[in-house]
């Protein structure tokens, strides 16, 4: 598809507009131009929908506005390897499965292997026939058994045990540390300064505090090399990564912006990754204590580096390199030391929960190790 913005004409523009009016979002009126209203529209949408908002119907501004047009029951669901099913008819199916005890993974709207299981062994015990596709007859048995009494996360709260379980000890987890762009994309570059570059020291910085620690701490590029977000977030998961930290540098057309940000994935409906959400929190709490950057807090989005990786996933946007202030303290290899000794801390805290913790700021990588080796000992 073409991307489609203010101004543009045509029968894919009067596709979006039908879309936006068919959940409320625009008056249902006919037309094909893509105008104020149409563009504020869709801000709105990728607002609710944690997309990155400015205004463009692209490729997955698009995917997800047409996936929330249908609601479930509207359409045979099934596992297509070859062209995947999403939408939120999906994510209710998900949800609905989940509510029920059966584990579909975490509810992202994309009907995967996973889904399917879940699908399947709903249909053995219901005495439905077993053939993994949510037709008619699955959607009357779902709704049937759906509880009268909603609430809690159980898929969430899921992760959050397995974190829990795995124990307060750094050592043996595996991590997946992923420096934004890469190869003939170099990201923000202004005053001599490249993302790619500067994201991919600071990656080396932290991955050997890591391993210090006992960490098993994996790059998912090369310094000359750039992958695609699928490709990262594959490497993540063939690796069995417990965590997924994307690093990268932000800009804004205005040099006054400024910060630290982080993301975790969360789809708009009200689900998001619990063990994400806590990570990107603790990250942003120690990063903004011990740089100074203007803390500029946490946010749910459907990115699909944060989407794809089947572990807990956040990325932080450092520093903007369009602000004088900030480009100039991300240019000092000291204050890369800081960041990283600040990425370690939060991790470690997120495997604490919260015993035996120390004030947020205060805790050092020395007392990491100590606490590591008093554990091992």
């Known amino acids: 598809m073409r991307v489609l913005r203010r101004g543009d004409v045509g029968n894919d523009v009067a596709e979006i507009r039908s879309m936006l009016a068919s959940i409320g979002l625009l008056r ?19 607002q ?44 209710a199916l998900q949800d609905r499965l989940t509510e029920l005890g059966y584990d579909a993974g975490r509810p992202d709207g994309m009907f995967g292997p996973k889904t399917e299981k879940a699908l399947r062994n709903f249909q ?7 053939d993994g596709i949510c037709g008619p007859a699955t959607v009357r048995a779902l709704r049937q058994l759906s509880p ?14 397995q974190v829990r379980q795995s124990g307060p000890r750094l050592r043996g987890k595996r991590i997946v540390i992923d420096p934004g762009h890469g190869g003939a994309d170099p990201g923000v570059e202004i005053g001599g300064l490249r993302e790619a570059d500067l ?25 000359d090399t750039g992958p695609a977000e699928a490709e990262r977030a594959a490497f993540a998961n063939n690796a069995g990564a417990d965590l997924f930290l994307s690093l990268h540098c932000d800009r804004n057309s205005s040099p006054h912006a400024q910060g630290v940000a982080s993301f975790h994935w969360g789809n708009g409906l009200g689900t998001t990754s619990t063990v994400g959400e806590l990570l990107a929190g603790y990250l942003q709490r120690e990063v903004a204590a011990r740089t100074g950057l203007l803390d500029c807090r946490t946010h749910a989005k459907t990115w699909d580096i944060l989407r794809l990786t089947r572990c807990p996933a ?14 100039a303290k991300l240019s000092d290899p000291a204050f890369r030391d ?20 120390q004030p947020t700021g205060t805790f050092t990588f020395a007392d990491v190790l100590a606490h590591e080796l008093a554990k091992a000992e």
């Open 148 to 161: 009268r009494a909603r609430g809690g996360r159980p898929v969430l709260l899921r992760e959050q045990e």
């Open 338 to 357: 800081i960041v990283a000794e600040g990425i370690l801390i939060a991790v470690k805290r997120l495997y604490l929960l919260g015993e035996g913790d």
């Open 314 to 327: 956040v990325r932080m946007e450092i520093g903007y390199l369009s602000n004088p202030g900030d480009r």
């Open 199 to 223: 994201v991919w020291d600071l990656a080396r910085r932290l991955e050997g505090r890591m391993k210090a620690t006992g960490m098993e701490a994996l790059i998912s590029r090369g310094p």
């Open 28 to 46: 249902p009126e006919d037309g094909n131009l893509f105008d104020h209203e149409v563009e504020r529209a869709v801000r709105g949408f990728q």
């Open 48 to 91: 609710r929908r944690g997309l990155l908002i400015d205004g463009v119907v692209g490729p997955a501004t698009y995917q997800v506005l047409r996936g929330a047009t249908f609601h479930l029951g509207s359409r045979p669901l099934a596992y297509l390897i070859s062209a995947p099913v999403h939408g939120d008819d999906v994510f």
């Open 124 to 130: 053995r015990d219901y005495g439905l026939v077993i």
